[in-house]
């Protein structure tokens, strides 16, 4: 099991930065891929980015060069910063972890970007 808290959402104009934490009740050097993933209102849950054990990265198109994933294994917490924030941007952000087979959600943080 592995309990994740996100924090860091908020409300913020457009151009504007936020970083978004997730906590996680384990050692993140022992999970096997740690993400962050959206949903905006009417859209399907999408992948933003994630972080492998082995500390690749990968994002999705929409946020490459603006957005980065960062993992603290001795704070236990993954961190995703968040730069030049469009209004498109806005939606519930979710951290998730994959331990094997199974995936843990956090209860997920919103942003609002005002345009």
């Known amino acids: 099991q592995v309990q994740l808290v996100e924090s860091g959402g908020g409300l913020v104009q457009a151009g504007g930065s936020l970083r978004l934490s997730c906590a996680a009740s384990r050692n993140i050097a022992a999970i096997n891929t740690m993400a962050w993933h959206r949903q905006a209102p009417g859209k399907q849950r999408e992948l933003v980015a994630r972080?492998?054990?082995?500390?690749?990265?990968n994002y999705a198109d929409s946020v490459k060069g603006r957005f980065t994933i960062s993992g603290d294994n001795a704070k236990n917490t993954v961190n995703l910063q968040m730069n030049s924030l469009k209004h498109e941007d806005t939606a519930v952000y979710y951290c998730?972890?994959?331990?094997?087979?199974?995936?843990?959600w956090g209860q997920g943080t919103q942003v609002t970007v005002s345009s």
């Open positions: 998730a972890a994959r331990v094997r087979k199974d995936v843990y």
């Open positions: 972080i492998m054990s082995g500390g690749s990265t």
